[in-house]
């Protein structure tokens, strides 16, 4: 069974600091992934999303990896600002016919003014 | 483009009762997909829809059925309810190709009492 850890847990840093949320697989037989923000009480924002065939993908201040063959991905935010306050997951779809996507817990990232 | 928008957005229903819940996808998305999100355990996948046929199945009770029209909007129904389902509900869209980004709505708020 697919599970997907994220660290850390929570982070909360001053604003103008680049910073890294990771996350991990146990099975790296993931074929999309996908960077969600959710602010508290919201639903999903998609941020990234990284196919099987690709590494990585950006986005203004956001750069996503992704390594199939250890099965972890990495989000970089540069030059964090108190706006980028909210809990980060990623998701991994698990199957190649449908959707099917397994969430990490996330991170709750707090950018202090 | 509208987005997916999901109704309603909160709802208080009686243990033993049933609920259903609606979704409208990004026109011309085929695919919706339903989560359940607690503070306990997280988002986890309930089940997807492609062209009105259940494509993906998660882990959980019969209780728990869902069903999509010919214009894909979705619902997602909970039959005899328990206190353990309250969560948030979202949904997410996809166009259902290569890509399969999902696109999620704001979610609907359940309460069970």
């Known amino acids: 069974k697919q599970e997907v850890t994220q660290i850390p847990a929570a982070l909360s840093v001053p604003e103008g600091e680049n910073l890294v949320l990771n996350c991990s697989f146990t099975?790296?037989?993931?074929?999309?992934l996908q960077w969600f923000r959710q602010d508290p009480g919201k639903g999903l924002t998609s941020l990234l999303l990284?196919?099987?065939?690709?590494r990585e993908q950006t986005s203004g201040r956001l750069n996503a990896s992704l390594d199939k063959s250890s099965g972890r991905s990495t989000l970089y935010i540069a030059a964090s600002q108190p706006g980028d306050s909210a809990t980060y997951l990623c998701?991994?779809?698990?199957?190649?016919?449908?959707?099917?996507?397994?969430f990490g817990p996330g991170t709750r990232l707090s950018v202090l003014p | 483009k509208a987005g997916v928008t999901q109704t309603p957005r909160y709802l208080i229903k009686t243990r033993g009762q049933q609920v259903t819940l609606s979704c409208s996808p990004i026109?011309?998305?085929?695919?919706v997909s339903w989560y359940q999100q607690t503070p306990g355990q997280g988002l986890q996948f309930l089940f997807e829809?492609?062209?009105?046929?259940?494509?993906n199945k998660g882990n959980f009770p019969g209780r728990f059925s869902g069903r999509q029209f010919s214009n894909s909007r979705s619902e997602m129904n909970v039959s005899t309810l328990e206190l353990g389902d309250s969560a948030l509900y979202l949904c997410?869209?996809?166009?259902?190709?290569?890509?399969?980004?999902?696109?999620f709505g704001p979610g609907t708020r359940l309460t069970v009492t």
């Open positions: 997410a869209s996809s166009s259902g190709g290569l890509l399969y980004e999902q696109y």
């Open positions: 099975d790296s037989a993931i074929y999309n």
């Open positions: 990284i196919q099987s065939s690709q």
């Open positions: 998701a991994g779809r698990v199957n190649n016919y449908g959707q099917n996507f397994v």
């Open positions: 026109s011309g998305h085929r695919s």
């Open positions: 829809y492609f062209s009105e046929t259940q494509r």
